[in-house]
């Protein structure tokens, strides 16, 4: 039995937070792809954000960085839509979740 596999995609937002982190771009994509097979890995969030997960990774030089995410109603795409360190960066996800329109 296969896994299915799921689509990792970035919002534009998310997009601009990745070219901020280039200097570890590798490594923050190779953290996100887990989530082709693994879409249940992140921390379910609560509050506002209760329909979003928290994929938690480090960085090189020790920094712990969050990828916010939603998985789609028909359960086939993860939509990065937030990638930060993990200070103060809950405020941001709740208004880049409201600003969100997925099916």
């Given at each position: 039995?296969t896994?299915p596999?799921?689509d990792v995609?970035l ?9 901020k982190?280039r200097?570890d771009?590798a490594n923050?994509?190779?953290?996100i ?10 921390e379910?969030?609560k509050?506002e954000?209760r329909?979003?997960?928290s994929?938690h ?10 990828a916010i995410?939603?998985i789609?109603?028909?359960?086939t795409?993860c ?10 960066l ?5 208004r ?5 329109e997925?099916?």
């Amino acid at each position: 039995m296969t896994t299915p596999k799921y689509d990792v995609q970035l919002t534009p937002r998310a997009e601009k937070d990745l070219k901020k982190l280039r200097h570890d771009l590798a490594n923050v994509l190779q953290q996100i792809s887990v989530l082709e097979t693994d879409p249940l890995r992140g921390e379910i969030l609560k509050g506002e954000l209760r329909d979003a997960r928290s994929l938690h990774f480090s960085l090189k030089g020790g920094g712990q960085y969050r990828a916010i995410y939603v998985i789609t109603k028909d359960q086939t795409v993860c939509l990065v839509f937030l990638i930060a360190a993990r200070e103060n960066l809950y405020k941001e996800a709740q208004r880049r979740l409201e600003s969100l329109e997925f099916d």
